[in-house]
């Protein structure tokens, strides 16, 4: 697999991270400690490296009307200025990416797809815009993105933001974005994240990234920012509950079985789209397992694969797992047969033999303070 590094490499290499191959990218896995990191985004503040993610714009006349094809969600339905979380599903139903989509008008919108998914989705998009008036425009290559997430989040980004556009940033609600200038670099400023914090999402082209970097480190010294790699991204992650492409998303499985049925718009999307009548079909037929929140009960951590039991008897699997550095006990997600699934049901993981207890709970694990 070809490696491919992100415009901000040597500012990791030069703080001493540990790099990982993810989606075929060199990146940042931990600077120092992956607790002080993690902890650092739940007190504080995180900066992460995302340029590895992918961009796709879709431009054109019938850009809404395509994206309602394209993907399982009534993207046309956006307003102006916001994001929506969806999927993108092959004829069978299965998922092929879980994206968010950016709506700037009427015919544009950027589409943002998981690292190794990229090239995948662009390659999708493109095929089915064949009968659309629009342009697809995979920009992943020339596209950074930096993402500022914890408490502080707010007040660093206020620091490197003229007092003119400061309102651009605090009215900023979840899941909407605006275009401004951020130390000195034109970014699209989305309020989107994946740690179960309050943050915020820069987009920019790949010239301005370093600089970026280094103007949001520094004015964000005084309030405890830290550089975060992918080991606390997938702790906060796992903590706030939300799925991973290639753990609790796959082609394998369905929309209704990760939990994610109301992604998908059977009612309020007229017309065809890709996926639609497999997707009634699933629907209708009902998932065989499910997704569920473990809690362990014990000190010892379920990881990806290992079986989950029920009376010595394998009901499920674990599709990701480890110790909760905010709550103190093991966590996981898992896919069990749905007559096991309901909350408080105990169930066991099994780890290399030996059973350790676990329970099923609500989703998701962590939820911050507002």
Request: proline share 4%; with cysteine; charged share 25%.
């Amino acid at each position: 697999m070809t490696e491919n590094y992100t415009a901000l490499y040597e500012e990791h290499k030069k703080l001493g991270a540990s790099f990982t191959d993810f989606g075929g990218w060199q990146m940042p896995l931990k600077y120092s400690s992956e607790l002080a990191e993690h902890h650092a985004v739940r007190k504080a503040a995180g900066l992460f490296d995302l340029s590895h993610m992918g961009e796709v714009w879709v431009t054109g006349p019938e850009a809404g009307a395509f994206l309602d094809y394209a993907l399982v969600g009534n993207l046309s339905a956006i307003a102006d200025g916001k994001a929506k979380y969806s999927l993108i599903c092959n004829e069978d139903g299965g998922i092929i990416d879980d994206l968010i989509t950016y709506r700037f008008g009427d015919e544009k919108y950027l589409v943002v797809p998981n690292a190794g998914n990229a090239p995948t989705v662009a390659a999708a998009l493109a095929e089915r815009a064949a009968n659309f008036d629009v342009t697809v425009e995979d920009a992943s290559a020339a596209t950074s993105l930096v993402a500022v997430q914890g408490p502080k989040a707010e007040a660093i980004l206020l620091k490197l933001t003229d007092e003119s556009q400061h309102a651009l940033v605090t009215d900023l609600k979840y899941y909407a974005f605006n275009e401004l200038t951020v130390a000195g670099q034109g970014v699209i400023l989305a309020r989107t994240g994946y740690t179960g914090e309050d943050g915020f999402e820069l987009f920019l082209p790949n010239e301005g990234a370093a600089s970026l970097w280094e103007s949001v480190a520094q004015a964000g010294e005084e309030f405890g920012i830290i550089p975060c790699g992918l080991a606390s991204r997938d702790s906060l992650r796992l903590e706030a509950g939300m799925p991973l492409y290639g753990n609790e998303l796959s082609l394998e499985r369905s929309p209704f079985d990760a939990g994610l049925g109301p992604v998908v718009a059977l009612k309020s999307k007229e017309g065809d789209f890709v996926g639609r009548a497999a997707l009634e079909a699933a629907k209708e037929s009902g998932s065989k397992r499910k997704l569920v929140g473990l809690k362990g009960l014990g000190r010892r951590a379920g990881r990806s694969g290992y079986p989950v039991l029920k009376d010595g008897n394998m009901v499920g699997e674990v599709t990701s797992g480890q110790p909760s550095p905010t709550l103190g006990y093991p966590v996981a997600l898992a896919y069990v047969d749905v007559e096991h699934a309901e909350l408080g049901t105990a169930l066991d993981v099994d780890l290399r033999g030996k059973a350790e207890p676990f329970e099923v709970v609500a989703l998701p694990f962590y939820k911050r303070q507002k």
